[in-house]
């Protein structure tokens, strides 16, 4: 009795051992770089970056069998490129690697150097759409933590501003071609009919509507002959507005 026990004790030690050696055989092979390698890489989401970027920086790093590969490696990699602000990357049995990209949103050009974002930031690339965008100027303030309290002209309060009177001109049928402010912190913003409005400091929102509200008496055929001049209108009065040709 004690010696079939024993024995039957070493069948389980013998089982479990053969079977431990076959399911360290299989990883083995399963990790092979030449087991299930990656074939196929599909990239959904591109539009301004060009493909072949994004393959050349996979290739560099997209190493190893389908179950080897380094998704987190192959991310970090994409992430650089200009354009890219998130990627996600998963791999598809057999031999396929998904990769979904979403590029930043250009909403505006800053100083007809570099677009801007939809969150406010500058994005520098090397190839810039060929698209009709407004353009923004004004000088930035340095960030300084000392004087919170003061107002602090960045592109992401820029576009911020724009963000609230934008709406309002297009509800007009009018488009705003270029917004910003001078070194006085000054609004203003040039409209696609050519005309310049000068906001002002405060209550911008304000003025632009008072200003919209009689837009269409401002088309007079005097204003209409003026050509390419540019109509200059000023909105920092109280109860009226200022009308001028340019020089």
Known sequence: MILRIRLGWLEKVL???????????????????????????????????????????????????????????????????????????????PDTLLIQVQEHTAVAWWMNKSLIDNEGNQLTVNRYPLIDLPRFTGPLDKV????????????????????????LVQAAGLQIQEFGYNARKTWYMLLNNNMKLNIGRSESEIRLQRFLKIYHRLKTPSLNKIG????????????GIAVRTAK
């Open 144 to 167: 300084d933590s000392r004087y919170q309290f003061q107002r602090n002209f960045s592109l992401e309060y820029i576009l911020k501003h724009y963000n609230q009177l934008a709406p």
């Open 228 to 239: 390419d001049k540019a109509v200059l209108i000023d909105l920092r009065y109280t109860n």
């Open 15 to 93: 089982f479990i051992s053969l079977l431990l050696s076959l399911i360290a055989s299989f990883l083995l092979i399963m990790l092979d770089p030449s087991t299930l390698p990656i074939t196929t890489v599909r990239i959904e989401g591109i539009i301004n970056t060009e493909p072949r970027s994004v393959q050349k920086r996979v290739s560099s790093v997209a190493v190893g069998g389908f179950f080897e590969i380094d998704l987190t490696m192959v991310r970090l990699s994409i992430l650089p490129l200009p354009w890219i602000k998130k990627v996600q990357i998963r791999s598809q049995w």
